[in-house]
């Protein structure tokens, strides 16, 4: 069973589904989000950076083909930084 719109959970259920989260459960994700921020000092500290990757992982099984393209235009700028044509 779904927990109901306008809750952080039902967020997550709407991007895991692939569809686009309603304004009540955005409203919510973004108020969840804003008080963590508060609590926990914000997005440094280990919790963070362990959420940070966990998030990344999704969004590239996600977002494969996005993702892919992105790696491939960062493999390439970072080839050229490491080799400068001339
Ligand atoms: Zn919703």
């Given at each position: 069973?779904?927990?109901?719109?306008?809750t952080s959970?039902?967020y997550?259920?709407?991007?895991?589904?692939?569809?686009?989260?309603?304004?009540?459960?955005?409203?919510a994700a973004a108020d969840y989000l804003r008080k963590w921020?508060?609590?926990?000092?914000?997005?440094?500290?280990?919790?963070?950076?362990?959420?940070?990757?966990?998030?990344?992982?999704?969004?590239?099984?996600?977002?494969?083909?996005?993702?892919?393209?992105?790696?491939?235009?960062?493999?390439?700028?970072?080839?050229?930084?490491?080799?400068?044509?001339?």
């Amino acid at each position: 069973m779904n927990p109901p719109h306008g809750t952080s959970a039902r967020y997550q259920q709407h991007i895991k589904d692939g569809e686009r989260a309603c304004k009540p459960c955005k409203a919510a994700a973004a108020d969840y989000l804003r008080k963590w921020r508060k609590r926990t000092g914000g997005i440094h500290g280990r919790a963070s950076a362990k959420a940070r990757s966990r998030a990344l992982i999704q969004l590239k099984d996600l977002h494969a083909d996005e993702f892919e393209a992105l790696f491939l235009d960062q493999l390439r700028a970072v080839d050229q930084e490491r080799e400068p044509s001339t």
